[in-house]
């Protein structure tokens, strides 16, 4: 494995798998250019050095080749951000991709098409993979999004680069996150873990437990633990078959010595939609008809005494249905919280799609150490799993 940051690139032909698995609106224009963002320095640095880039993505789920999910839609707003003329090929592999790829000059850069045209791609097929590798000198894996993937061009590729290959800017920064929380983190850590379901967080959590000093519990899955301890929930989100397990997660913690923090209050309502009545209660003692959607003040006071303590915090999972704007408040006090820790000097890592989602749309991305990009690939690495597209690399 080499150093992107010590590679000689002059003269080298850059292969970097990228995630532009970005959303388009109706005119086929990127709406949210994060990932777009996110790949940029790796570029720059390969540019800057004196090789040629070719970028391999994939957009979408298309079943064919159809047209709505072609690369070529994002060039315009990868040409703005670069500020530079991107070269397209409109296959990723075959004739006109090797002839554009041969032609290439010291700082081009050509995009070739969607990747998952060919159901090669998901399958992880080693005769497209290695069509893919004949274009470039150089790999880059820098899409963290779908390291969790055992794709040709995430995972199987690096097999046909034995020396040159590396991990990009961006899947340093994802791995080093991972890392301060995991294995490198200063104490006290304290994890967020919300959402739904406790049964989508049960490996996280468990993997978890040993690194860490407090355990805060939100969302949806509040009510299945508020239920194994006896509390009575009304019509509040529950896993029924859970319960065992929630009973499990408190014990191990009480084992370990970590404090499990569920939410001492709630904001109830009598009906899902931001015109229900609500009220503030106990989250015990929540009445039948009612169902908990936030948590209540109380808790917030709670959970913001031991974050500002905190040195490492993990972020994954809101603390209620922060889209309706009657259930924002718990999320947005927690993010808040989270952001006052960070200029405190902790360190802060929101990783998983709704965290994001919440830190973007209350316009806190600046005030956390790290946002992850990668969902599914991110709660994986939490999870402790050795991700195919990490393992190709470093094998």
Request: aromatic share 6%; charged share 25%.
């Amino acid at each position: 494995m080499k150093d992107i940051n010590t590679f000689d690139f002059s003269g080298k032909k850059a292969l970097i798998r990228v995630d532009f698995n970005v959303p388009l609106n109706g005119a086929h224009e990127v709406s949210d250019d994060t990932r777009i963002r996110a790949a940029l320095p790796s570029i720059e640095k390969v540019i800057s050095g004196g090789g040629a880039v070719i970028l391999m993505s994939h957009l979408g789920r298309p079943k064919a080749n159809e047209s709505e999910f072609s690369l070529k839609h994002i060039i315009p707003r990868l040409e703005e951000l670069l500020g530079r003329s991107i070269l397209f090929a409109d296959d990723c592999i075959g004739k006109e991709a090797n002839y554009l790829a041969s032609k290439l000059k010291p700082r081009d850069i050509l995009l070739i098409e969607n990747l998952r045209f060919y159901p090669e791609e998901k399958k992880g097929d080693p005769i497209f993979a290695e069509k893919l590798a004949a274009l470039g000198d150089v790999f880059i894996n820098d899409a963290f999004g779908t390291a969790h993937r055992a794709h040709a061009s995430t995972a199987v590729i690096a097999d046909y680069f034995p020396e040159n290959k590396m991990f990009g800017l961006l899947m340093e920064k994802e791995l080093n996150g991972i890392e301060k929380v995991l294995h490198n983190s200063q104490k006290p850590v304290t994890a967020i873990i919300g959402g739904a379901k406790v049964s989508s967080k049960i490996g996280i959590i468990e993997n978890l437990l040993p690194t860490i000093d407090n355990l805060i519990i939100g969302g949806g899955m509040t009510f299945t633990f508020i239920k194994a301890k006896g509390g009575k929930i009304g019509n509040s989100l529950v896993e029924d078959e859970y319960l065992e397990t929630a009973l499990d997660i408190m014990n191990k913690a009480k084992e370990q010595n970590v404090a499990i923090l569920l939410p001492s209050d709630s904001k109830i309502a009598d009906a899902f939609n931001e015109e229900a009545n609500t009220q503030i209660v106990q989250t015990d003692s929540i009445p039948d008809g009612w169902m908990g959607l936030d948590i209540g003040p109380n808790a917030m006071e709670e959970i913001r005494n031991v974050l500002i303590a905190s040195r490492t915090i993990l972020f994954n999972g809101p603390m209620g249905v922060f889209e309706m704007k009657t259930f924002a408040n718990g999320t947005f006090s927690l993010i808040e919280a989270i952001a006052d820790s960070t200029a405190n000097g902790a360190f802060s890592l929101v990783g998983g799609g709704d965290s994001v989602a919440a830190v973007n749309m209350f316009k806190m991305k600046d005030k956390v150490s790290y946002v992850s990009t990668g969902g599914g690939a991110m709660l994986e690495s939490l999870e402790g799993k050795t991700l195919p597209g990490i393992k190709a690399i470093l094998n």
